[in-house]
C-alpha cells in the first residue's frame, strides 16, 4: 500500500439544534442534503461529554469554557491539541484538571493512542483492550468513564471526530448513479481478462465460491482457532484475540486495520491448488508475471480484517501491480478513479511520491463523495461477501469496510500491463516498495529474469515502454515531464481514460 501522508480537514460545522446540545445533529455538514432524507450524520448521538460544534456558540448566551483557558486563550484548538501530544500520561491528566475546556482536550482518544503507542503497552500483544485506549492506557473499567460536564466546550476541533466516527457509512454505498457503477460479471476466462479487462475494474460474482475459506472462515471461527496468533494491525503486533477485542469495542475515527502479509504461514495455510489449500489465485487473472521474481518478489498477499468503518484512504496499489480483492465476510464499498484522474480532497507531489488527503476515510466522504461521484471518471461498487474485485494498475482506490469483515487480496502483474510496471520500477526506483532490503535494482532483477524465461515478452514490454514514453514526451514536452501528474488537457492531448473497450492506453506515465 502505498501509504499517505495524512492533512486533516478542519471545517466549520454548521449550527447544531438545541440549546442542550443534547439533541442529535439535524441536518449534514455537506449542504447536498434533502432535510426530509435521513442521511449520513442524521444518527449521531449526543457526544457523551456535552461537546458541541464551535458554530452553537454563536447562539448561546451561557457560559463559554474557553474563556477559563487564561494565557492559553491564544492558540486555537488545533495547536492546543498539538501541545498536549508532548505531554506524558500523568502531566495531561494534571492538566487536564485545570478547568473544563482543557478537560475535554486531555480525554480526546487520538492522544491516548499516541501515549499507548509509545508505552510499554505498545509493543504487547496481548493485554485487555477497554473499550478506549486512554481507559486501556490507564486501566479504567467502564464505570469509570470521564464525567464531567462539558455543555460549554465548544470546538469543532473535539467535535468532528466525534461526528466523524458514528456517521453512517452505508449512505455513501447507496444510489450510486447507473453511469458509475463498477461492471459486475459472473465469471470471466483468461481471455476475456486479456483481450477486454485488464484496464478495468469489475466485480466478480461466481468465481471464489470454491474456495474452501469462502464456506468456512467466519469471524468467530478465525477466533476459535487462530486466538493466540499474532498479526499486524498498522503500528502494532496483536493477538487475533485481543484484535477482536478491539474490533468489537472502540469508538475510532480510522480504526486500526489488520493487514497482514504473512498470514499464511501464521495460520498454516496453503495457497495455491492443491491438496488442502485453503484458497488459490483465480485463473481468469493468467500468469502473475512477479512470479518469476521468486522468493525475491515483493510482499504480494495479505489478510485483510477490519471492523465496520475501517478501510484504506486513497492510494494506488505499489510498484504500478494490479489486485484481486476477495470478501470472504462482510461488504466493501469501492471509489475508483483512472490513473491520470485528479481525485478531489487528494494532492499528489509533482513525482507521485506523496500523496495527501483528508485524515480519514469518513472525513473525505463527508467533505468530498459528493463532488467526486460527479465526475465522469468515477466508478463505485460494493463487492459483497463471495464476490472478488479487480483493480487495474494505477487506479486510484478508496476502501471502506460497511460489515465487519474479512478479505484476501493479492496484487500482481499481468502481461497487458508489463511495460507500465517496467517504466515503474525504472523511473520511479526511489518509490519501489515491498522488495527485502537487499534487492536495490528491482528493475535490473524483473529484466534479468524476463530475458532469462520470456525473452519475447520481455522485448514486447520494452517496446510499450518506450512507446509510451514517445508518446509522453510528445504531448508535454521533454522538460515539462516532470512525474505522472496528468497534462493539462489540450486540443493535442490524446491519452484516454480506458472507458471503451479498454485498450485505450491509460497507464502510467513514464
Ligand atoms: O480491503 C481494503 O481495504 C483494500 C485494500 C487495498 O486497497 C490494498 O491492499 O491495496
Ligand atoms: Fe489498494
Known amino acids: ?114 501515549i499507548f503507542l509509545e508505552s510499554e503497552l505498545g ?72 483481450e477486454r479487462w485488464s484496464k478495468k475494474p469489475f466485480i466478480l460474482t461466481r468465481c471464489i465460491q470454491s474456495w474452501p ?92 480484517i477490519g471492523p465496520e468503518g475501517s478501510g484504506s484512504t486513497f492510494h494506488k496499489d505499489p510498484n504500478a501491480t494490479s489486485a484481486w480483492n476477495a470478501v470472504v465476510q462482510g461488504a466493501k464499498y469501492w471509489i475508483m478513479f483512472p490513473p491520470l484522474a485528479s481525485v478531489p480532497g487528494v494532492f499528489v507531489s509533482k513525482d507521485s511520491s506523496e500523496v495527501t488527503s483528508p485524515l480519514s476515510i469518513a472525513e473525505w466522504l463527508l467533505e468530498f463523495h459528493a463532488e467526486a461521484r460527479k465526475l465522469p471518471e468515477c466508478r463505485e461498487g460494493v463487492c459483497e461477501a463471495g464476490e472478488i474485485l479487480h483493480v487495474p494498475s494505477g487506479w486510484w482506490h478508496l476502501v471502506v469496510n460497511l460489515e465487519d469483515g474479512i478479505a484476501l487480496t493479492q496484487n500482481f502483474v499481468p502481461e497487458s500491463h508489463l511495460g507500465g510496471v517496467l517504466s515503474f520500477l525504472k523511473d520511479k526506483a526511489d518509490q519501489v516498495s515491498g522488495f527485502e532490503n537487499d534487492t536495490c535494482d528491482a528493475y535490473g532483477l524483473f529484466v534479468e529474469r524476463l530475458r532469462e524465461q520470456r525473452p519475447a515478452l520481455l522485448e514486447d514490454g520494452l517496446r510499450q515502454m518506450a512507446e509510451k514514453k514517445r508518446r509522453w514526451d510528445t504531448v508535454v514536452g521533454d522538460d515539462e515531464c516532470g512525474g505522472d501528474q496528468p497534462p493539462k488537457k489540450s486540443a493535442g492531448f490524446s491519452f484516454g481514460f480506458g472507458f ?6 491509460d497507464d502510467e506515465i513514464p
Open 500 to 505: 471503451g473497450d479498454g485498450d485505450e492506453d
Open 213 to 304: 475459506v469462502t464456506r468456512s472462515w467466519t469471524l468467530e471461527r478465525l477466533l476459535s482457532q487462530y486466538a493466540d496468533v499474532v498479526f499486524r494491525a498498522e503500528a502494532v503486533d496483536w493477538s487475533f484475540a485481543t484484535y477482536c477485542q478491539y474490533m468489537r469495542d472502540n469508538h475510532d475515527e480510522s480504526p486500526l486495520y489488520l493487514f497482514d502479509r504473512r498470514f499464511a504461514e501464521k495460520m498454516s495455510l496453503t495457497v495455491g491448488k492443491g491438496e488442502g489449500a485453503a484458497y488459490w489465485k483465480p485463473d481468469c487473472f493468467g500468469p502473475d508475471l512477479f512470479e518469476l521474481l521468486g522468493p525475491e518478489r515483493p510482499a504480494h498477499r495479505w489478510l485483510i
Open 1 to 114: 500500500m502505498l501509504l499517505p501522508f495524512h492533512m486533516r480537514q478542519v471545517s466549520a460545522l454548521r449550527l447544531e439544534d438545541g440549546a442542550d446540545g443534547t439533541r442529535p445533529l439535524s441536518h449534514s455538514m455537506t449542504g447536498h442534503d434533502n432535510h426530509d432524507e435521513p442521511n449520513a450524520t442524521s444518527a449521531i448521538p449526543p457526544h457523551p461529554l456535552g461537546i458541541r460544534p464551535l458554530g452553537n456558540k454563536y447562539l448561546s448566551d451561557g457560559d463559554d469554557a474557553r474563556r477559563f483557558l487564561g494565557a492559553l486563550q491564544v492558540l486555537p484548538d488545533e495547536m492546543l491539541m498539538q501541545l498536549l501530544d508532548f505531554l506524558d500520561c500523568r502531566t495531561l491528566r494534571l492538566f487536564g484538571y485545570t478547568c473544563r475546556f482543557l478537560f475535554a482536550c486531555s480525554v480526546s482518544d487520538d492522544i491516548w493512542k499516541t
Open 123 to 194: 509493543t504487547e500483544s496481548s493485554f485487555k483492550w477497554r473499550g478506549t485506549w486512554r481507559a486501556t492506557v490507564l486501566g479504567l473499567s467502564p464505570e469509570q468513564k470521564p464525567q464531567i460536564d462539558c455543555r460549554s466546550v465548544y470546538s469543532d476541533v473535539l467535535h468532528r471526530p466525534f461526528v466523524c466516527s458514528h456517521i453512517s457509512l452505508r449512505h455513501f454505498a447507496k444510489d450510486i448513479p447507473p453511469v458509475n457503477k463498477v461492471d459486475r460479471l459472473g465469471d470471466l476466462s483468461y481471455n476475456e481478462f486479456a
